[in-house]
């Protein structure tokens, strides 16, 4: 496919667009909701407006649960230099990019890992928001990256640059645009990368690609809404007007009524509040049914409620089997994301190194972030000892970061073990 000036204005266009369409994603999960600015005010009354942050609740805690463990990796053969290469090449800052680029998927729909070398020769990702970035696909059901944009400023610089990232090469351009926001493009160079195919991986959220609380923004609406009105309410009689009977007051004396909260009328003169009742089972109710639905939409569980104190790990499971189904499905696009990350590492490798790895001869382990039952697990692993390999049931344990390093340490304490005095001299 040519790469012209003209298709990377469309797909700026298409930037542009998605950047404004996309922008009120991280409004929300930032705390900067809709009440902000369209919630009905009222003149000389409390206004207060509560935000209850559900979607960074939400994000954080879905993600927690996927990559609070470390990603294990277990070799499919007996290669295990394959291990020491992607823990040696990715160890040191894969666990929280992993947790980052899955939590910008959530906000936005999507996020992008783009693929380095950095300028100290090492293999490193960054994650690039769909603020600031454009992927170009070819359509078919592979869905290959044909092209990918990223727009950026740099500090102190008003300048907007733009790098182009094709299977080959990098371009860069500076944006200048007019008054009337017509934007131009102007070649300032470009130089090679190494990985023969275009080094940024998209991180879809779910299947088509919306944020995971987008479904569910009304509902957080609502509740700000009803919550801050009652707030509101209380704070000073929202829906209260003041009766005096039998005496007239004029509006300035009105003003000095309020600031001095002394009100003085004739004889036979009655002051009293015409308040509209609330029933607060009713409002009570309400709310409790939008939390539900808030919590039921997103597949969660309110941790808030009371729970017995004993609670198993399995009974908890069953709690989470609604979050599971939705986590499983996110670890499903988590997984080829990685793999696509390693399928970059290895091409990167072969040139440094001159060595040759197979991503697919790599398993990749998610644990999930639940409280585990280790005795149960000591169990199961003690019965498959025959059937299983060590390095495949250490991945059951979840303080295991790396079952080869542990496999590999165990070896070692056993080698030093001097098994003629293990019993005493009498043996």
């Not at 009905?40 to 994000?59: C, W």
């Not at 996927?66 to 800052?93: A, S, Y």
């Not at 740099?154 to 017509?182: C, W």
């Not at 644990?367 to 697990?377: A, K, Y």
Request: net charge negative; hydrophobic share 35%; aromatic share 10%.
């Amino acid at each position: 496919m040519e790469i012209t000036e003209n298709l990377i204005m469309e797909c700026l266009n298409e930037l542009e667009k998605n950047s404004a369409d996309k922008k009120m994603y991280k409004e929300y999960y930032e705390g900067n909701h809709s009440i902000l600015n369209n919630y009905a005010m009222q003149d000389s009354r409390s206004n207060q407006k509560l935000i209850f942050n559900f979607p960074r609740k939400f994000v954080d805690n879905e993600t927690g649960y996927l990559l609070g463990k470390p990603v294990n990796f277990v070799p499919k053969t007996d290669n295990t230099e394959i291990i020491d290469c992607i823990d040696r090449n990715l160890n040191h800052w894969d666990k929280e990019h992993n947790i980052n680029l899955r939590k910008t998927s959530e906000i936005y729909g999507e996020s992008y890992e783009l693929n380095y070398i950095n300028s100290e020769g090492e293999f490193c990702a960054s994650i690039l928001t769909p603020l600031e970035a454009y992927v170009l696909e070819d359509g078919t059901t592979e869905r290959n990256v044909l092209l990918g944009l990223h727009r950026f400023r740099k500090r102190f610089d008003d300048t907007s640059y733009l790098d182009v990232y094709t299977d080959s090469e990098i371009l860069h351009y500076t944006i200048d645009s007019d008054q009337k926001g017509n934007m131009d493009l102007k070649y300032i160079g470009k130089h090679n990368h190494i990985f023969n195919r275009v080094p940024i991986i998209i991180c879809p959220a779910n299947s088509e690609r919306r944020s995971g609380f987008q479904d569910v923004i009304s509902l957080f609406d609502a509740y700000n809404v009803l919550n801050s009105d009652l707030v509101n309410e209380i704070a000073d009689h929202r829906n209260a007007y003041l009766i005096i009977e039998n005496a007239k007051i004029e509006e300035e004396d009105l003003l000095k009524m309020k600031s001095m909260g002394i009100i003085q009328v004739p004889k036979g003169g009655v002051v009293k509040w015409l308040t509209k009742d609330i029933n607060d089972s009713f409002v009570k109710n309400e709310l409790d049914n939008i939390e539900r639905k808030i919590y039921d939409m997103m597949d969660e569980v309110n941790f808030n409620e009371n729970w017995a104190s004993n609670t198993s790990s399995l009974a908890l499971r069953n709690k989470l089997l609604n979050l599971e189904n939705r986590v499983a499905i996110r670890q499903a696009f988590m997984e080829k994301v990685i793999k696509e990350r390693l399928k970059n590492l290895f091409i990167y490798i072969k040139k440094k190194e001159g060595k040759v790895f197979d991503y697919r001869d790599v398993a990749i382990k998610f644990t999930r972030n639940l409280p585990t039952d280790l005795v149960g697990l000591a169990d199961v692993i003690v019965k498959l000892q025959n059937v299983c390999s060590q390095e495949t049931l250490l991945t059951l344990l979840p303080f295991v970061e790396n079952p080869k390093i542990e496999v590999q340490k165990f070896k070692a304490e056993v080698d030093k073990i001097d098994f003629k005095n293990w019993g005493g001299d009498d043996e």
